[in-house]
């Protein structure tokens, strides 16, 4: 409930000195839902995006946090925006530590990039 239910002042979160705020908590937003380890939002209106619908890279910024708190590496998150998502995420540690995340995409923008050779 209470992540869901927040409805942010866009305006005072764009004066914050940071790039994005993101809130989470545990569990499950819906009781007939599937259980989730975590739910959040993404919110970043200083960048143009008031609301990012799913958001990877708050995943890599999540999953250590709530890996050290349920104490499990495997986890199913939900972000709750209008359009939602739902991801999977694991934390590998090696030489470097890694977040792995998984989920449905939807393709917002098709293009080529070329990079020119190195002179």
Same mark, same amino acid.
């Given at each position: 409930? $209470?992540?869901?239910?927040? $409805?942010?002042? *866009? &305006? ?16 499950? +937003?819906? +009781?007939? @839902?599937? #259980? ?11 960048? @143009? %995006?008031?609301?990012? #619908?799913?958001? @990877?890279? =708050?995943?890599?910024?999540?999953? +250590?946090?709530? !890996? ?10 939900? $972000? ?22 998984? &989920?449905? =995409?939807?393709? !917002? %923008?098709? @293009?080529? *990039?070329? !990079? +020119?050779?190195? $002179?």
């Amino acid at each position: 409930g $209470q992540i869901r239910e927040l $409805q942010p002042d *866009m &305006g005072k979160l764009s004066s914050l000195p940071c790039r994005a705020l993101i809130c989470s908590a545990e569990g499950t +937003p819906d +009781p007939d @839902g599937p #259980p989730y380890d975590f739910v959040y939002r993404f919110f970043a209106p200083r960048c @143009g %995006i008031n609301e990012d #619908p799913t958001t @990877g890279s =708050a995943q890599c910024s999540l999953i +250590p946090v709530w !890996v050290q708190r349920l104490q499990k590496n495997e986890l199913f998150s939900k $972000q709750i925006s209008a359009r939602g998502g739902e991801l999977w995420a694991s934390l590998h540690k090696g030489e470097e530590t890694r977040t792995f995340v998984s &989920g449905k =995409a939807v393709t !917002v %923008i098709k @293009g080529e *990039m070329r !990079v +020119p050779k190195a $002179q």
